[in-house]
């Protein structure tokens, strides 16, 4: 699986603070064979997770290349970390040295509901402008599931990330800026709301709609993907997520007209394709966000690529997960495919009362880090990952969340669960 667009070529500057920095040029990433790559350990479950994919990617990355390559591992700060030492959660020193390095590999960090601070995963994302959330979802064989058939999920879900409602333009309710919007949309549009509500602005752009599209096509076409859904709610949000559907179109019709094939003319009655898509072609559909999820369910093997606004890809990304077995086996990353700017982040939660306990799974942490070598050019190191994972999972050394669905199992720990996967490289 590629997930980047551009070339990548050798880094030939000096090695500086025992590793070289991967930087970008003109859309092309030019790695270095010992790169510095930052890492946020996390809040919660973050540290014992990082702690364990960066000691498995290690562990692949000697087994693939020996000693000609390694990365260096510079740890930054952010959340609860970075408040005792900094007071602040999200230090202009971590965006800068991320910036500075390109690509970072990340834990989850702490969101309060309800109130306090917004997300810090969210605002990673918007600084650092990595518009494109990109959430692979494949079965691992022997993994428990509720599917009939689980080795026909195969999808890739690209989730713009910068817009929607976690553009995070809301009021709370009773304060003065909710009043004045209020009093705005029903002096000036005509449009009543109560008096008690808070009130949140759902902006989606032609410009961040088209950059998603363009990427999630760009990405069916490289990796030989056989259709791209756009997955809207435009029946309803007729100017936002109706204009999404819109803008896809237009993408894949004026940038693609060569390479693919929209559903509607693959079913005119009186059309040159009968129904079938030509071969080379990639089928361009969409679906309604609530359909959606009954034909993920029901209809599994008819999707592909999945490219979705911000809040709908969040909601079916998880149901995603689900049916492969759950979030702690589902990889996350976050790019800028101009720049070639990534993180790559476990996609569950901080889960803190499971924190320092070495119970948790760190297979989406690992898997994530699969996606960090894939971007950095380094397909033997990550396939020796992956297919160890598979390995270490079919031999139902697994940790709890998967071993009390299974019968006569027992769990192992985090660490123990990275041992394991170490161990299996060794027959791969």
């Known amino acids: 699986m590629t997930l980047m667009n551009t070339q990548v070529k050798t880094q030939k500057e000096a090695p500086r603070e025992n ?28 540290p014992d997770v990082i702690s364990a994919a960066r000691r498995v990617i290690d562990a ?8 000609r390559r390694k990365i260096t591992w510079l740890e930054v700060l952010a959340g609860e970390k970075a408040r005792q030492k900094h007071r602040d959660s999200l230090p202009e020193e971590t965006l800068k040295t991320i910036k500075e390095h390109i690509v970072a590999l990340k834990g989850p960090l702490e969101t309060p509901i309800a109130g306090g601070q917004r997300s810090l995963n969210v605002a990673l994302r918007q600084r650092l402008d990595l518009y494109a959330c990109v959430r692979p979802v494949k079965y691992i064989p022997s993994t428990p599931t509720r599917l009939k058939h689980p080795e026909e999920l195969d999808i890739v879900i690209f989730r713009e990330n910068t817009e929607d409602v976690y553009a995070g333009i809301e009021f709370k309710e009773g304060t003065e800026e909710a009043r004045r919007l209020i009093a705005f949309l029903k002096e000036n549009l005509k449009s009543e709301v109560r008096q008690d509500s808070a009130v949140g602005i759902k902006p989606i752009s032609e410009y961040a709609t088209k950059r ?24 309803i949000m007729k100017y936002t997520e109706g204009g999404f559907m819109r803008w896809a179109y237009e993408v894949a ?6 390479k693919i094939v929209t559903e509607a003319d693959l079913m ?27 034909q993920l369910l ?44 990534a993180i790559f982040e476990p996609t569950h939660g901080t889960a803190p009362a499971y924190a320092n306990q070495d119970k948790v799974n760190p297979t989406s942490a690992i898997l994530s880090g699969v996606l960090l070598l894939r971007h950095l050019g380094w397909k033997e190191a990550a396939d020796i990952v992956e297919k160890a994972v598979a390995r270490t999972v079919s031999q139902r050394r697994v940790t709890y969340d998967l071993a009390r669905q299974l019968e006569g199992v027992q769990p192992v720990g985090t660490s123990k ?11 791969i």
């Open 19 to 46: 590793g070289s920095r991967i930087t970008s040029s003109n859309g092309t990433l030019i790695r270095a064979d010992k790169p510095m790559v930052p890492y946020i350990e996390g809040d919660g479950i973050g």
């Open 60 to 67: 692949g990355v000697e087994r693939a290349y020996g000693s």
């Open 212 to 235: 998603i599209v363009r990427a999630a096509i760009n990405y069916a076409v490289r990796n030989n993907r056989k259709s791209v859904t756009i997955v809207h709610k435009g029946n």
């Open 253 to 258: 019709n004026r940038e693609f007209k060569d």
């Open 268 to 294: 005119k009655p009186d059309g040159q394709y009968k129904g079938v898509t030509p071969p080379g072609k990639i089928l361009v559909k969409d679906r309604l966000a609530d359909s959606m999820f009954q």
């Open 298 to 341: 029901l209809r599994t093997n008819e999707y592909d690529v999945l490219v979705l606004p911000n809040l709908n890809g969040d909601y079916l990304s998880d149901l995603a997960a689900a049916m492969a077995g759950g979030l702690g086996l589902a990889p996350g990353a976050n790019i800028n495919f101009e720049t070639g700017a």
């Open 417 to 427: 669960f990275a041992d394991a996967v170490i161990e299996n490289m060794q027959v």
